[in-house]
């Protein structure tokens, strides 16, 4: 007869392994499906707006004219676009294609910060900085966006958890890890310098006398400066100052309610102030209830984050003014890692000196008190009105980017007569995003154009006080006419697309249109605040 350990041994080796697995580990894999599937679901279902329409166009052309026009149409370094060039030419050049690569930076954001936090602060906290970051509809929506956003808050979550290492264990490897990603992050984007600063200060602070670490700052602040002439050229095109010319205080005040709750949501008058008292009970956590060590790890991150936005007023004064909300999207990770450790503090006063062990917390030795209680329940009631945010923005069009493809689709793709048409969009002045669904749109020249088709495109968007991110709010609302004045062209059809109306205007035979002969059918706008386009018939 078999054994005892023979007949059960395949039972014995499961249940071995079983035992043996982390349940942090799994939720961490869990957390990062959940981001997977919150920034991958319904990619493609928002058309193009006019900041990835420039990313479109960019990553069409071959590499040399590519790097050759960056300094004049961008104002970032070109690490994402030639990462984003090789992507489309991988998963495609449509909505989905492009933007996979900032969902995919996404994904992989959640087990860094956990790895950050863990390391930082406790693995407890870790996984709360986790399940945070993949439920944020402020980072949901940069996931979803074909720029160079998302991947900036990916690298700097890896330059965050090789600070973590490097921190702890400043030999070669660490410091040679945080430079590289440091590195990388600045040739993302300008603004990486508001989280790398702040970490090169505390790694000299605490490792002053060692010579690797002044060599990694040095590596890193060279890789700084060799962007330096590049970001003077970028700056001088003028593509940021729209920025600046915006109160600096309404833009400041964007902030924090950005990072909690994004750009818009269904009933931010009630998730807004709700999610605010959580993280202010998070703080209150972290004074109260958190390990001496574990406090002060966390409050040392609230300090980089502090010093990022110290950094960048600084900028703001010498005349460098850029400070809008996805502009300091780097200093939104250890502001969370920071509430992170609020929501993870689990010290019963008085307990013993098991509980003041750096990752104490979440290695299931001891059991959670009232303060993990508390803790755990903010941190779902923050995931969860973030998912139910990120919900929101998706069902609701006046939330998402402009979809300009239902105006090509209600247009056709090519005119309807072989002697072309002109297009009238209504305060818009702009080619993109429509010229990638139009082929052949141009400018309408002064002389005008013989055509024998007008179409008219009026804008219903939502009255948003200082609304930059794409939505449908950054546009200006317009009025159609009932009818236009132009000599041989009659009403054909009016219809609705979505945050667009459309008129047709025909005309029997082709008739030339002139700007003076549209601006004098207009009654209630002019052709300066108007977009006059043409597209060529077949």
Same mark, same amino acid.
């Given at each position: 007869?078999? !054994?005892?350990?023979?007949? #059960?041994?395949?039972?014995?080796?499961?249940?071995?392994?079983?035992?043996?697995? $982390?349940?942090?580990?799994?939720?961490?894999?869990?957390?990062?499906?959940?981001?997977?599937?919150?920034?991958?679901?319904?990619?493609?279902?928002?058309?193009?707006?006019? $900041?990835?329409?420039?990313?479109?166009?960019?990553?069409?052309?071959?590499?040399?004219?590519?790097?050759?026009?960056?300094?004049?149409?961008?104002?970032?370094? %070109?690490?994402?676009?030639?990462?984003?060039?090789?992507?489309?030419?991988?998963? /495609?050049?449509?909505?989905?294609?492009?933007?996979?690569?900032?969902?995919?930076?996404?994904?992989?954001?959640?087990?860094?910060?956990?790895?950050?936090?863990?390391?930082?602060?406790?693995?407890?906290?870790?996984?709360?900085?986790?399940?945070?970051?993949?439920?944020?509809?402020?980072?949901?929506?940069?996931?979803?966006?074909?720029?160079?956003?998302?991947?900036?808050?990916?690298?700097?979550?890896?330059?965050?958890?090789?600070?973590?290492?490097?921190?702890?264990?400043?030999?070669?490897?660490?410091?040679?890890?945080?430079?590289?990603?440091?590195?990388?992050?600045?040739?993302?984007?300008? #603004?990486?310098?508001?989280?790398?600063?702040?970490?090169?200060?505390?790694?000299?602070?605490?490792?002053?006398?060692?010579?690797?670490?002044?060599?990694?700052?040095?590596?890193?602040?060279?890789?700084?400066?060799?962007?330096?002439?590049?970001?003077?050229?970028?700056?001088?095109? @003028?593509? *940021?100052?729209?920025?600046?010319?915006?109160?600096?205080?309404?833009?400041?005040?964007?902030?924090?309610?950005?990072?909690?709750?994004?750009?818009?949501?269904?009933?931010?008058?009630?998730?807004?102030?709700?999610?605010?008292?959580?993280?202010?009970?998070?703080?209150?956590?972290?004074?109260?209830?958190?390990?001496?060590?574990?406090?002060?790890?966390?409050? =040392?991150? /609230?300090?980089?984050?502090?010093?990022?936005?110290?950094? +960048?007023?600084?900028?703001?004064?010498?005349?460098?003014? $850029?400070?809008?909300?996805?502009?300091?999207?780097?200093?939104?990770?250890?502001?969370?890692?920071?509430?992170?450790?609020?929501?993870?503090?689990?010290?019963?006063?008085?307990?013993?000196?098991?509980?003041?062990? %750096?990752? !104490?917390?979440?290695?299931?030795?001891?059991?959670?008190?009232?303060?993990?209680?508390?803790?755990?329940?903010?941190?779902?009631?923050?995931?969860?009105?973030?998912?139910?945010?990120?919900?929101?923005?998706?069902?609701?069009?006046?939330?998402?980017?402009?979809?300009?493809?239902?105006?090509?689709?209600?247009?056709?793709?090519?005119?309807?007569?072989? @002697? !072309?048409?002109?297009?009238?969009?209504?305060?818009?002045? $702009?080619?993109?995003?429509?010229?990638? #669904?139009?082929? =052949?749109?141009?400018?309408?020249?002064?002389?005008?154009?013989?055509?024998?088709?007008?179409?008219?495109?009026?804008?219903?968007?939502?009255?948003?006080?200082?609304?930059?991110?794409?939505?449908?709010? +950054?546009? *200006?609302?317009?009025?159609?006419?009932?009818? #236009?004045?132009? %000599?041989?062209?009659?009403?054909?059809?009016?219809?609705?697309?979505?945050?667009? *109306?459309?008129?047709?205007?025909?005309?029997?035979?082709?008739?030339?249109?002139?700007?003076?002969?549209?601006? /004098?059918?207009?009654? *209630?706008?002019?052709?300066?605040?108007?977009?006059?386009?043409?597209?060529? @018939?077949?």
């Amino acid at each position: 007869m078999l !054994g005892h350990d023979q007949r #059960y041994g395949s039972r014995g080796f499961a249940q071995r392994i079983g035992a043996s697995a $982390d349940p942090v580990i799994a939720a961490v894999a869990g957390l990062t499906a959940l981001a997977a599937v919150l920034r991958f679901v319904g990619i493609g279902h928002q058309g193009f707006w006019f $900041d990835e329409a420039n990313t479109v166009l960019l990553v069409h052309l071959s590499p040399e004219k590519m790097l050759g026009l960056i300094p004049q149409s961008e104002s970032t370094p %070109p690490l994402y676009y030639c990462l984003v060039w090789i992507w489309a030419r991988m998963f /495609g050049y449509g909505e989905a294609g492009l933007r996979s690569l900032s969902a995919l930076a996404g994904v992989l954001t959640v087990p860094l910060v956990y790895g950050a936090g863990a390391k930082l602060i406790s693995r407890r906290a870790g996984l709360i900085a986790a399940a945070l970051t993949a439920c944020n509809p402020f980072l949901i929506w940069y996931s979803q966006e074909a720029r160079s956003y998302e991947l900036l808050v990916a690298l700097s979550a890896l330059a965050l958890l090789a600070f973590a290492y490097a921190l702890s264990d400043p030999e070669p490897r660490t410091l040679a890890a945080w430079a590289i990603a440091s590195a990388l992050c600045l040739a993302t984007h300008y #603004y990486a310098v508001l989280a790398i600063a702040p970490q090169a200060i505390w790694l000299l602070a605490a490792h002053r006398r060692r010579r690797a670490v002044g060599v990694a700052i040095a590596a890193v602040g060279a890789c700084g400066l060799a962007l330096l002439p590049l970001a003077i050229s970028q700056n001088q095109t @003028g593509h *940021t100052s729209w920025i600046d010319h915006i109160a600096l205080l309404p833009r400041l005040r964007q902030i924090f309610p950005q990072f909690l709750i994004g750009t818009g949501t269904p009933a931010q008058g009630v998730l807004e102030p709700l999610a605010a008292a959580l993280v202010l009970l998070a703080l209150v956590l972290l004074v109260v209830r958190a390990a001496p060590g574990e406090r002060r790890r966390s409050l =040392g991150l /609230g300090a980089l984050a502090l010093g990022a936005l110290v950094i +960048n007023l600084v900028l703001v004064a010498l005349g460098i003014d $850029d400070l809008i909300t996805r502009n300091v999207i780097v200093i939104w990770l250890p502001a969370a890692l920071m509430v992170a450790g609020g929501l993870a503090a689990d010290r019963r006063p008085g307990g013993p000196a098991a509980d003041r062990r %750096p990752g !104490g917390l979440a290695d299931g030795r001891r059991p959670g008190g009232r303060g993990a209680v508390v803790g755990l329940v903010a941190a779902v009631a923050l995931c969860g009105i973030g998912i139910f945010a990120a919900i929101g923005v998706a069902s609701d069009r006046h939330l998402q980017r402009p979809d300009w493809r239902a105006v090509e689709r209600v247009l056709g793709s090519r005119p309807s007569t072989a @002697g !072309g048409r002109v297009i009238l969009i209504q305060h818009y002045r $702009d080619l993109l995003p429509l010229s990638l #669904y139009l082929p =052949g749109l141009k400018f309408l020249a002064a002389r005008g154009a013989r055509v024998s088709e007008v179409d008219v495109v009026s804008i219903s968007a939502p009255r948003v006080r200082l609304c930059w991110w794409g939505a449908a709010c +950054n546009l *200006t609302s317009s009025t159609m006419q009932s009818s #236009y004045s132009l %000599p041989g062209f009659h009403v054909v059809w009016r219809r609705r697309a979505l945050q667009f *109306t459309i008129m047709r205007l025909s005309s029997p035979r082709p008739v030339l249109v002139s700007k003076r002969a549209v601006a /004098g059918a207009l009654t *209630t706008t002019t052709l300066r605040h108007d977009a006059l386009l043409e597209q060529v @018939g077949r």
